[in-house]
C-alpha cells in the first residue's frame, strides 16, 4: 500500500508500506479519508516523544470495511483501542484507560495510509447520504464534544450560558460547534491569524475576533500554550470553568491565586470516551453540527506539501483532509 510516513523532524515520505495484517477479529480499513491533526504537526516538528520516526500518522480517519461479513460497510475510525476491562473502561471512562493506545502511536501504525486495521468496537457504520470525509472529522469533533462536555457539567446551574474558545483550529471550531449543539448559542472564538479569522467569520459563520476582551463562565483552551492559558485565566469569570484541550506545550500561564480566590474550576481534557465518539458521529449524522464544510481536500500523495504549507501558516482552513487513492 501507499503511506505517508514520517522520517524526522520535517520530513515526511509518500512510498510503498507494506500492508496492515489484522490481528484475531480485527478489521482490515480501506481509508477514503484522513484529517491531519494539530498532534500530526508536532510529531513533524519533532516534539512529541510518543511519535518517533519513521512512523505513519494520522488518526483522524473513515473508509469501508474490507472482507468479511461487513465488507463494504462505509464506517469512521475511533482511533483509541483500550483494553475494556479496566476500572476506567468498566465505568465509561475509556480515554483514561491505563493501557490505551491510539492509532499514530507505537505500536500502531496510523491512517496516513490506504489501509489501517482496527476492532470493530471502535467501528461506527456512516449512513450512505454522509461523505466519508465528513465522517473522518468524527475524531477531531469528538475531542471537542468531550471538553465541551465536562465543561457543562461542572458548570454552576445559575450561570450564564456563554462561551468563549481560544483557538480557531479544527478543535476550537469543533468546540464552538458542540457548545451551540448543547445549547449554548452565545459563543465567541479568539483567533489571531487574520486569514483563518477572516475564514472562520465568512465560510463558517462564526463570530471570531482577534483578542478577547470581557469575561465569560466557560472558556475552552483549544491551544495550550502559556499565553492562551493566561489569557483563559483572565478571562473566565469568577466561578466559571476553563476546559484545557490543547497540547501546545506543557509549562506557565494559569494564574493559580485568581483561579483560588474566585473558585475557577480548571478541567484538563483528552481525546473522549467511546460513548463522547458514538455521540458525536450520531450529530454529524443528524446534521446538529452544521454543514461541516469547513475542510480542504488534497491528496495523500501531497503530505509533505500540506505540512510544508501548515507550518508556513499559509492555510486558512481549520482542517485539511486527505484521500490516499490517486
Known amino acids: 500500500m501507499k503511506a505517508l510516513i514520517y522520517d524526522g523532524v520535517e520530513t515526511l515520505g509518500y512510498r510503498d508500506a507494506p500492508d496492515p495484517i489484522p490481528k484475531e477479529g480485527e478489521c482490515l480499513i480501506r481509508v477514503e479519508a484522513v484529517g491531519v ?13 510518543r511519535r518517533p520516526a519513521p512512523l505513519i500518522l494520522g488518526h483522524e480517519a ?12 462505509r464506517v469512521t475510525v475511533n482511533p483509541l483501542v483500550t483494553c475494556g476491562t479496566c476500572p476506567a473502561c468498566e465505568s465509561g471512562r475509556e480515554n483514561l484507560c491505563p493501557s490505551r493506545q491510539i492509532i499514530s502511536m507505537q505500536p500502531r501504525e496510523g ?10 468496537s471502535n467501528l461506527v457504520e456512516v449512513p450512505t447520504n454522509v461523505p466519508l470525509a465528513k465522517a473522518a472529522l468524527a475524531e477531531p469533533l469528538a475531542v471537542s464534544w468531550h471538553a465541551v462536555r465536562l465543561a457543562l457539567e ?7 450560558r456563554r462561551a468563549l474558545v481560544i483557538g480557531g483550529g479544527a478543535i476550537g471550531l469543533s468546540a464552538a460547534l458542540a457548545l451551540r449543539a448543547m445549547g449554548v448559542l452565545d459563543v465567541t472564538i ?5 486569514g483563518r479569522r477572516a475564514f472562520l467569520n465568512d465560510t463558517c459563520g462564526e463570530p471570531a475576533v482577534a483578542k478577547g476582551e470581557g469575561q465569560y463562565p466557560v472558556v475552552i483552551d483549544a491551544v495550550g500554550y502559556a499565553a492562551t492559558r493566561a489569557a483563559a485565566s483572565a478571562l473566565v469569570e469568577a466561578g466559571g470553568v476553563i476546559a484545557h484541550v490543547g497540547l501546545g506545550e506543557d509549562r506557565d500561564g494559569l494564574d493559580i491565586r485568581r483561579m483560588t480566590l474566585q473558585e475557577i474550576t480548571f478541567i484538563g481534557t483528552y481525546t ?7 455521540d458525536t458521529a450520531k ?3 443528524d446534521g446538529r453540527l452544521g454543514a461541516l464544510d469547513w475542510f480542504q481536500a488534497r491528496p495523500l500523495s501531497d503530505g509533505a506539501q500540506v505540512f510544508a504549507d501548515l507550518r508556513a501558516g ?3 482552513a481549520p482542517k485539511i483532509v486527505l484521500n490516499p487513492w490517486p
Open 314 to 316: 499559509t492555510v486558512a
Open 37 to 49: 491533526c494539530g498532534s500530526d504537526m508536532h510529531a513533524y516538528l519533532g516534539h512529541d516523544a
Open 62 to 73: 473513515a473508509g469501508s470495511i474490507v472482507g468479511g461479513t461487513r465488507d463494504g460497510t
Open 272 to 278: 473522549y470516551t467511546a460513548q463522547d465518539f458514538r
Open 154 to 160: 461542572a458548570l454552576h446551574p445559575s450561570a450564564d
Open 111 to 120: 491512517a496516513f495510509a490506504q489501509f489501517i486495521s482496527m476492532p470493530p
Open 190 to 194: 479568539v483567533e489571531p491569524n487574520d
Open 283 to 285: 450529530a454529524i449524522f
